[in-house]
């Protein structure tokens, strides 16, 4: 009887201390919980600063140009790179790096710690947009040659010509290598010196690019220009020997020669049988054509050819005299310097640089006088009558026609700016 008594009275104690719990603490645990769920928990963390691969939170960045005459040797010493460092730089392999290559103006970066010396830990330097070298200078030299990625961008751009293309062409804002390209196309069919006021054009175009910057115009891949109320097209077509560009018929726009022996840029004296000569005093013919450009500016072949000569004369300043076939001979002057290796005899390609714009000989100032030949006969460079390459061969018609077709609807579906105060509309 005892102990069933005491058994009961186990239970009834146990029974209150539930209750107890329930009452009292249970709900302060839950409280707690949904005080807890409550919290807004935002913290953020703070995601570590990387430059170039490397952290750099902890250092000090600074980011600077190379300066004319200077070597990285110059700016490692100035932040306490040890000698022997700066020395293995130097002997690198060419083929790794040529430390006396460094261009003025090209962007370099330095990672340094952050005490009072500034020693730099790592150097990058960057010749273009693509490529970047990564020196980092710890108990030895370690060097990482490192490239961007690169994407191909289709783009598209139509406008109006308001005053001249060079004009039309900065509120544009693309490239002068796109423009280069657009007028050499054309070269011979239109006289850009000579743009009318209203001409129109559309062009697509694909770009390489690096973080949203444009690096180079990898091709022109249709156009449409309308002059004097004259519809021209372009259309890249391979028949087997590479790309060339035809009309809409399947002529063929490329000629044996390039229209002009610079990039586009401003004729500042055409030929003429008649112009007084600013050194001489006098009147006198002048068989050239004048093309002003900047010192330095390079001076390309306007085709294939063999070199005559490659001198200096008193008249002719530095020039160079290019034979390209039986009928054609070219002849450029005045230059600042022939490009190194040309000389005569040598055999040359089409675009390829012979020499830089300068004042040498008879010249008042920076220009290139550029003399063309037809059978032995001195006529104006602009105006001579070359023979086009060949059409697209009757074989090939009809792979050409599907080209030209979809890239027609491409071309017509970009439209021409809309109100006359906007003179461009890009896409």
């Known amino acids: 009887m005892q102990k069933r008594w005491l058994s009961f009275l186990g239970i009834a104690m146990m029974t209150v201390v539930v209750v107890l719990l329930n009452r009292y603490y249970l709900p302060t645990l839950t409280d707690q919980q949904a005080s807890v769920d409550s919290l807004d928990f935002n913290i953020q963390i703070k995601e570590p600063s990387v430059l170039y691969g490397m952290v750099v939170d902890d250092f000090l960045v600074i980011e600077d140009k190379i300066k004319r005459n200077e070597r990285l040797g110059d700016i490692l010493e100035e932040y306490n790179v040890p000698a022997k460092l700066i020395h293995q730089v130097s002997q690198l392999s060419r083929s790794i790096f040529d430390a006396r290559k460094v261009v003025a103006n090209k962007k370099y970066t330095l990672i340094c710690g952050q005490d009072s010396l500034k020693t730099a830990k790592a150097l990058v330097y960057e010749p273009n947009l693509i490529d970047y070298i990564v020196f980092r200078f710890d108990d030895s030299l370690t060097v990482d040659v490192c490239h961007r990625d690169v994407v191909t961008v289709e783009k598209s751009i139509a406008g109006e010509i308001r005053s001249n293309l060079s004009e039309t062409i900065e509120e544009l804002g693309i490239s002068h290598e796109l423009t280069n390209k657009f007028v050499d196309i054309f070269g011979w069919q239109v006289d850009f010196q000579r743009l009318q006021k209203g001409d129109k054009f559309k062009l697509i175009y694909e770009e390489s690019q690096v973080e949203g910057i444009t690096v180079s115009i990898n091709e022109i891949k249709a156009i449409y220009f309308e002059h004097f109320g004259s519809p021209y097209y372009a259309f890249p077509f391979d028949q087997g020997e590479g ?26 004296s055409r030929y003429t049988m008649s112009r007084f000569h600013p050194v001489q005093k006098r009147w006198k013919a002048h068989l050239g054509t004048d093309f002003a450009a900047p010192t330095g500016t390079p001076i390309r072949s306007v085709g294939d050819g063999t070199i005559e000569e490659a001198q200096y004369k008193s008249n002719n300043g530095n020039y160079v005299k290019i034979r390209h076939n039986g009928t054609y001979t070219t002849q450029y002057l005045h230059m600042s310097r022939i490009a190194d290796g040309v000389r005569a005899g040598m055999r040359i390609r089409q675009g390829q640089t ?17 003399r063309f030949w037809k059978n032995g006969v001195q006529v104006d460079a602009l105006k001579a009558d070359l ?15 599907k080209v030209k077709t979809d890239l027609t609807k491409k071309l017509d579906s970009i439209p021409f700016p809309q109100q006359r105060q906007d003179p461009i509309a890009s896409l």
């Open 243 to 268: 790309k060339n560009y035809y009309d809409n018929e399947g002529k063929s726009l490329r000629k044996a020669l390039l229209k002009y022996p610079i990039e586009f840029t401003r004729i500042s």
């Open 354 to 370: 012979i020499g830089y714009v300068g004042s040498t000989g008879l010249a008042t100032g920076p220009h290139l006088c550029y």
């Open 387 to 401: 023979p086009p390459s060949e059409p697209v061969q009757k074989k090939y018609m009809e792979s050409f026609e």
